[in-house]
Nanobody
């Protein structure tokens, strides 16, 4: 079993930056072999893919709404994945979830393990 815990959320003004982190524990040897992703969900909306990164970190994939503003990275030695969010907009307000799965992609069903989420609020 793999546990994922997100941190780094908070309140920020539009145009500002936040850095989210996701720490994996449990069968971390499994997470090393997994793609990792970030999703978000705003009230009343469906869960949306934000960014994903391959097992090695050599490939990344972003949702259209965050391209050029967000950057995903991972440190397999520390079993962590990060999401650097710049030029934040009020529409980025959501609960952000970390996920792990066997394949890199933008579909939530590809991911087997999920964290509980961290709230990001961007004020205008």
């Amino acid at each position: 079993q793999v546990q994922l815990v997100e941190s780094g959320g908070g309140l920020v003004q539009a145009g500002g930056s936040l850095r989210l982190s996701c720490a994996a524990s449990g069968r971390t040897s499994s997470t090393f072999a997994m793609a990792m992703g970030w999703f978000r969900q705003a009230p009343g909306k469906e869960r949306e893919f934000v960014a994903g990164i391959s097992r090695s970190g050599g490939s990344t994939y972003y949702g259209d709404s965050v391209k050029g503003r967000f950057t995903i990275s991972r440190d397999n030695a520390k079993n962590t994945v990060a999401l650097q969010m710049n030029s934040l907009k009020p529409e980025d307000t959501a609960v952000y979830y970390c996920a792990a799965g066997p394949l890199l992609g933008g579909t939530a069903g590809l991911y087997d393990y999920w964290g509980r989420g961290t709230q990001v609020t961007v004020s205008s």
